[in-house]
Structures are given as C-alpha cells and as structure tokens.
C-alpha cells in the first residue's frame, strides 16, 4: 500500500489581498512588543536614577542599586530554570524582595536629590529665616516575635474536611531605603498562627519613622508550582484535575486576574518584573507602625486585608498582628558625651569640690572617679538623675577667675534637690550645656522609648536554607500526616532550596549573607 504523502501546511489565507495572521500569532507579537517597551522604559528610569547618584555623588546607595540589579537577573534565571517547587518559590521571593529594594533606592536618590534643591533655593536672600537645625539623634528600631493568627473554619480546622488549601507566605519589612525579608513558611489548616519569630533590625531609624509590614502569599493549590512548566501542561492539568481545583492550579502558574506580568500584583510600571513562569507572589495584608506603637513587651496591630476568599493565595486572617516592637535611641544606648567635671558642695569653695569622670548616657549623667573606672564599668561614685523632668541652668559668673557651669535640680518625692558642676573652662562649659540640651531635645522627640532603655535583640546571622535530598517524584515531596509522618512534622514547614548549580548557590549565598 502506498504511502500517503504528509500535508504541507497551509499558507496564511488572503482575505481582499491582505494575509489574515493566527490570532494566537498576533497576540504573541503584541506581548513582545509591550515587554519591549516596558524594557526601554525601565532602561530610561535606570539611566535617570545613576545620573542622580552621580549628581549626588552617592556611591554607596548607586553600589546597592547595581547589586540589587544583577540579583535581580540572577533570580529570573534560577526561576525559569527551576524543576521544583520549592526552588521556584525561593527565585520568586527573591525576585519580589530584589524588586522592592530598588524602588526604595530609587526613592530615596530621589528625596536626597529634593532635599538639596530645597536647600540651595533656601540660601537666596530672600528666603533667608530663621530655620532650626537641630536634627534628632538616630536609633535602632527591633521587630520581633512577629505572629498572625488564623481564622479557619470549625469544619476545616477541627473536622478536617474540605480541599487542603495550602500557601508559601513571607513577610517584607520596610523603613525608608532599609529592606528585610523574613524565611517562607508553608501554612495550611493544621497552623493557627503564621510565626515569624526572628529578630529583624533596622539601625538607621528616626523618631519619625513608618515601618511597614507586608505579607505576600503564593497559592499552591494542587501540585508544584514547577519553575519550567509550559502553559500546555498547565492546561491539562486544569482540565484533568476537575474545574474548581483546575482554576487554582493555573491561577497559581499564570498569576491572579488583574496582576501585570511579572512577579506580584505590585510592581509599577516603570520596574516591571520580567515576564518568566513560576509562583506569584501577591500583597495579602500590610501595616504601618510608628513611634506611637513602641512599646517594651508584646503588642496587637491592626492588619489591613488586601485580598478576598476567591483569591488563590488568600488566608483567613483575623485583621491583626502580634509582634514585639522596640527602639533604641542613640542617646540611651551610647554615651552622649564626657569629661572632667568638679562637683561643688553648697557653701563650700569653687576650688574645693570633688573632681570627677562624668559621663552622659540615657536618663543619668554617672561620675566616676577617674575615666578607668568609667571603661571597666564599675560602679560609679555619684549618680545624677537626668529625666524629662529634670531642670539645667548655667552658673557663669562675672568676674576674673570665677568658675564655669552648671546646676542639675532634680525633685525626689516633694524636695528639690540641686548639683553644681564646675566646668575647667567657659568652652568646657558651653560645650556641657549644648549637649544637655540636644539630650532633652532628643528625649522629647523619642519619648516613651527614652522612659527606660529598651531591651533589643540581636538576629543570628542568616544564613541560606539547607539542601534538600532529592526525591523520586511528587509524592516523595509531598509532607502529609499518617503513620508514617506525624502531623507535627507538616507544621510551619520551613521550605528549603535545592540549588540547581554552582553559580545558583554562590548567588543565593550572596544574597543571604550580605546585610543591609
């Protein structure tokens, strides 16, 4: 029997002379096209941001932007070469915090380069003033024991009935250009709270800062989100696996209704994350706390809810957070200033007092007898109370040779009690007055946190997530209880990466290892 001849395809079809194009065809050139665009403008915007690190002669920050850059690439490339699951989450997260990062870099050239403008049109005669330059001291500013509790349902929680709806989740923490990101954690119904428990700091804070907290959520409905997955397989899998469970499982791969290609629902236009397949990560819940919520012990924040239940990656969150929110001002922390001071007796000579190592940190100015005693930390000969309710005033007198400084009035209980302290010079004594008064000035714009000196933890250093065996196929990774896995074992299930070569383990390490 002879062989039929295979078909060639057929040409375009002519409609009125004009080559009719597959939709499928066309709409793929426009995608090319606006990912092009999106491309050039995000090449301009780069261009424009280094010519104002350049203008600002900021190094530094242009440093971090160029890293936070190649990072960036880096994580497209693990995702798109991604063969598991819990590798395609961590090139997600990592593209998402890389993202966030530069726009805050960005941001902030951008403020520096305003403040200067300001301050060069502030130096025309005409807008001359009077303009206070005190500025308040920095200080570290410590997030901890970070928990949101779950709402799920009786018949989900208790009965164990229902589709298992599980989802990796993150926190990103912002103040001002300073980005930290906490581990991913796998949450599903047998978790009540989602715990965050490690220490993140912030040491460049202001008594004006806003911290603000997010939490991303990838929905990881069904199998693994594969990195490489072709939206064929995608579409049979939602085909095969049943209409409810089929919408997730492509929800998942291609990204919520209404979110820009890329990586998060969040991303501006002008950095737009790079079209690659993989998880999405989208914005559940965010807050904002200030200097209003510090407080030294464990406090509930309102949790604002971006999301519905028809969400894939949502979670029935109560509106709330827990955390433990500290601050460290600098002028508690650290010595403000010191030097020789005389203490004067009342009735006695100027000549006559005690003279004594004195030392200004947080609400006590301590007098030792010599600065040794001061750097081995022993305890010292007098100490004077200095409080918001504490008064200063100068004791300069006219006259030649007449001594220099200052009286310190505390009331215990319903006496007044006064120190005079007599500085070695007028200059001695003017610099003791200003520091005295940038202290009081610093307490009044900290306030709580300068009551007492808060307790503030160090996070150990971070470090990548541990290598995973490999498995022989999908049920080998899937973590489920029965009797063989005890319940326990599937809760707060960190995921873990398995790097997929040498040069994605150096990025990853990288990435981790250097702190901001």
């Known amino acids: 029997m002879r062989e039929t001849p295979p078909t060639p395809p057929s040409p375009p079809r002519i409609t009125g002379g004009v080559p009719v194009v597959p939709m499928e065809v066309a709409g793929r050139g426009q995608r090319l096209q606006m990912q092009e665009k999106l491309r050039i403008l995000e090449d301009l915007n780069m261009l424009y941001i280094r010519q104002i690190a350049i203008s600002l002669q900021d190094t530094e920050i242009q440093r971090k932007m160029e890293r936070e850059l190649r990072l960036r690439e880096g994580a497209c490339k693990l995702l798109a070469a991604c063969s598991r699951r819990e590798q395609a989450l961590e090139a997600a997260k990592s593209l998402l915090v890389c993202n966030s990062r530069v726009l805050a870099y960005m941001a902030e050239l951008q403020r520096r380069k305003e403040a200067q403008v300001l301050r060069r049109t502030a130096r025309r005669p005409s807008d001359a003033g009077p303009v206070d330059e005190r500025l308040p001291c920095r200080g570290t500013v410590c997030v901890s024991d970070l928990r949101i509790p779950l709402m ?19 926190c990103l923490l912002q103040l001002g250009a300073e980005i930290h990101d906490t581990p991913m954690v796998l949450v599903d119904r047998t978790l009540t709270d989602i715990c965050f ?29 594969q990195g490489s997955t072709p939206r064929k397989l995608a579409t049979r899998l939602s085909t095969s ?53 510090v407080q030294d012990g464990f406090r509930t924040h309102d949790l604002a809810i971006t999301s519905n239940e028809e969400s894939s990656f949502w979670l029935p969150l109560y509106g709330s957070m827990c955390c433990r929110l500290a601050a460290q001002p600098r002028c508690m922390a650290a010595p403000v200033t010191s030097g020789f001071l005389r203490l004067q007796q009342p009735g006695a000579e100027a000549q006559s007092g005690a003279r004594l190592y004195c030392v200004l940190r947080g609400t006590d100015l301590l007098c030792y007898r010599g600065p040794g005693e001061a ?11 200095v409080n918001k309710e504490t008064r200063i005033r100068a004791t300069e007198r006219e006259g030649r040779g007449q001594p220099h400084g200052m009286a310190v009035t505390n009331r215990y209980g319903g006496e007044e009690v006064t120190h005079t302290l007599l500085a070695e010079s007028r200059a001695e004594a003017q610099r003791w007055m200003e520091a005295f008064w940038q202290h009081f000035y610093d307490m009044s714009q900290w306030k709580q946190c300068c009551d007492e000196l808060m307790r503030i933890e160090v996070p150990p250093p971070r470090r990548p997530p541990a290598m995973l065996p490999r498995q022989g196929s999908l049920y080998h990774e899937m973590a489920l209880p029965g009797p063989a896995v005890p319940p326990s074992a599937c809760e707060g299930l960190l995921l873990q990466d398995n790097a997929v070569s040498a040069e994605i383990r150096a990025l990853l390490s990288s990435y981790y290892s250097d702190s901001y």
């Open 152 to 170: 799920w349902k009786d018949t989900e929680y208790f009965r164990n009935k229902g589709e298992l709806h599980r989802c990796a989740v993150f």
């Open 197 to 225: 428990e490690s220490a993140v700091l912030f040491s460049e804070a202001g008594p004006d800062f806003e911290l603000k907290v997010e939490l991303y959520s990838a929905g990881l409905a069904g199998g693994p989100a």
């Open 241 to 293: 696996l049943g209409r409810s469970a089929g919408k997730r499982v492509r929800a998942a791969m291609d990204g919520g209704p209404g979110s820009p290609p890329g990586n998060g629902a969040t991303s501006p236009l002008l950095l737009p994350a790079p079209s690659v397949p993989g998880p999405k990560f989208h914005l559940l819940a965010h807050a904002v706390l200030s200097l209003a919520e």
């Open 375 to 385: 750097e081995a930390g022993l305890e010292p000969a007098l100490t004077i109370a």
